[in-house]
């Protein structure tokens, strides 16, 4: 979707078999982007998995820690 603010927002969905076969997880991923308040654009991409939510974007800091194991 688009905001009158210029907000925008993308996202996908699938549901994708567990390693076992046992189960389903939700699989999403997207985007959103937006203005900061010191008008910086700001472009967000993600994927949300059984790994977690990893996010990319030219304004976070560098690598992300490390996945705990399960």
Do not use: M, N, W
């Not at 979707?1 to 549901?15: I, K, P």
């Not at 937006?34 to 800091?61: C, N, Q, V, W």
Request: charged residues 20%.
């Amino acid at each position: 979707y688009l905001s009158g603010d210029g907000t925008s927002v993308s996202e996908q969905g699938a549901l994708k078999p567990t390693a076992d076969g046992k189960d389903v997880v939700l699989v999403k991923q997207g985007s959103y982007s937006y203005t900061s308040p010191e008008g910086t654009p700001i472009t967000l991409k993600y994927i949300a998995d059984e790994l977690g939510f990893r996010p990319e974007g030219a304004h976070l800091p560098g690598e992300s820690p490390a996945t705990p194991p399960h």
